[in-house]
């Protein structure tokens, strides 16, 4: 897994497998209606910060391209789902 970064890109491990595990945790997120919302807002902000990895710290600006793609359409998604962050957050209040 380690093998396939860059050589200037020094991440932990730990750092990698979280971000994977909130990858994982996003999708999921995005198949529950009550949660679509959230998870594609955390989405928007993990793809953000990975295009500024890809065009900051590698050094490919082109790279950075896809995952700001994808960070709009997850903003597209949290803001056309934002009414269900109110159905969560009256359901947890009560």
Known sequence: LMDNAPENLTISFGLLI???VMEVA?????????????????????T???????????????????P???????????YERRGSVAQLRAAFSR
């Open 26 to 46: 996003g999708g999921i997120g995005l198949m529950v209606p009550s949660l679509s919302a959230l998870a594609a807002g955390g989405l928007s902000v993990l």
């Open 18 to 20: 979280f971000i994977g």
């Open 68 to 78: 700001l793609v994808l960070a709009a359409i997850f903003a597209w998604i949290a």
């Open 48 to 66: 953000v910060l990975a295009a500024g990895t890809q065009a900051f710290i590698a050094d490919k600006p082109a790279m950075a391209v896809f």
